[in-house]
């Protein structure tokens, strides 16, 4: 009877209890706990199954039996199956396996025992991996204050340092077994010394954070400004327990701010000795500073003018559009540019330029600004507009007078023409010279014919220097060039060669580079040397900065250059008189390279040939 009454209670307790019989382990009594251990199939008499317990158990609990010696696991883990299908959960059991013996103390089973200890092993785990994290956080911290280039330090309430990292022994020399307490207060700086004391006991006694700037005495005896700052560690009832702070080291920074009102007070002096308007604004665009010139030419003061008043200064005509202009750089951040009328303290209006640029620091964005006057320097530029206006009036009379001068000339030279024409075919001549003299005559109607064609083309390219640029191709006008000189190469059996692969195209006038091209390569046929065919090179290139050039080489008569670098050629300057010309052709490349901002380079040997190199835009 007892003993049902106790294998009713030990069926029910929650803890797992089985009693496995002989060597094979067979099932004997097992309560509701190890049943759901061993998974609910446990039929009396039957061995334990394979795969049920885990196979280092299984072993031990055979060593324990052959031995008969008792064993005890903490915390062992057992996968526990789930009715699911999911993973088996693993959970924690303190396992005792007991020996049962008979009369004879010999060994006939073992007693399991199984304790679930889960949640106690989850919480050990959980606490290990919090000491662990812990420990780690610790020395990233203390790692992190000893790298630092800071000095932290711990202190109590009585003002007593705990701890202070290595940095202040490296700043101040002194030894680690220092006395901290005794000696800190020592290398404070005698003026800042009673201060510091005064203001760090204060603090701790009200259970407040500090922060102030002394002086410290660094390692080779110069004091060097700190910033020091503490916040206090609060235990209840929020009775503050320990102060954490770290001293910075700020001597350049309070020298430097020392500089910069230095600066201001020496930028706000030359600003007013300038005898310009000068003023700052906020970032919202109200006046906050004017110079003292400012209120000298306007006859106001700075009271007076206001954070606005400024648009009052200036002519009513225009206030509307500047104020305008304002609000939106205000708004945008531009820079703001204008040219007004403003009005000076005799009431005269005069015209200023204002430019006011945003400087944005570390105080935020702010406007710095200026008017200047330029009323003198306006209307001179207005009188030299008008006296430019008129040459350049004068300039197109003269060159439509010589355009009409060259092209109404042309009829009697015609005239002339036909009777030199008519007298040669009727009339005859008693003196031997007279062919000379008809040859003479001949070639001073050709040479006036030429004249006057050359002043109309020089006219007509003038008129075309402002002509519209394009995107053009170099061995297209080039080719075009030739095919009108066709003539004259086949003649000299020139051999002219292109090579425009550096550089195919040219942002440029059209016509004025065919014209350029026309007056090289005629010039380069026209004067080649008697003794050899011409050979003509044409090529294009960048220069290091992609600026663009064009080269033309001959092997012609050569010329005597004044200047390579910088040649000068004028009109009707020849070198070579014996071959018909007019000298207008180099001239005239000169003029239309130089007038849209190129140069041209020329590099001759009289004899040997000639190169010139165009640079278009210098």
Known sequence: MRDQELQRILRHMPAGIATLLGSELRYGFVNEA???????NTPEGQPLADGILPADLREVMQQVYDSGRPFVAKAYGLPLPTDNGEPPIPRYFDIALEPLQDDEDQVHGLLLFAVDVTGQEEARQRAHELALETRRLDTRLRVLTETAPQITFTVDVAGKY?????????????PPTADLDAIWPLLVHPEDRLRVIYQSEAARKAGIGWS????????DGQYRWMLSRAVPELHAPDQAAHWHGAVTEVHDQRELADALRRGEAELRFLADSIPQLIWTATAEGFIDYYNQHTAEYTGSSAEELGPTGWVSLIHPSEQTSAARRWVHCVATGESYDGLFQMRRHDGQYRWHIIRAR??????GPRWFGACTDVDDQHRLRE???????????????????????????????FNLRGLFDELRRTATFDDDEHEVLLRMVDGALGQLDTTLHDLAATVQEQRQLTAPTEAIDLRSVAEEVLLGLRVLVQDTEATVTLNFEAAPTLVYGRANLRSVLHNLLSNALKYACPERPPCISITSGMTDTSQPWLKVQDNGLGMEVNKEADPIFQLFDRQHPHISGTGVGLYLVQRIVTSRGGHLDVASAVGEGTTFTIYWFS
Do not use: C, I
Request: hydrophobic share 30%.
């Open 212 to 219: 102030y700037e002394y002086r410290l005495r660094r390692h």
């Open 34 to 40: 190890m049943q759901a251990l061993l998974g609910g």
């Open 162 to 174: 705990e701890y202070v990292s290595p940095q202040w022994y490296y700043f101040t020399g002194q």
């Open 358 to 363: 945003q400087l944005s620091d570390v105080r």
């Open 383 to 413: 009188v030299l507009q008008h006296q430019y206006d008129e040459l350049a009036r004068t300039n197109r009379d003269l060159d439509t007078f010589v355009y009409t001068a060259s092209h109404d000339l042309k009829q009697p030279l």
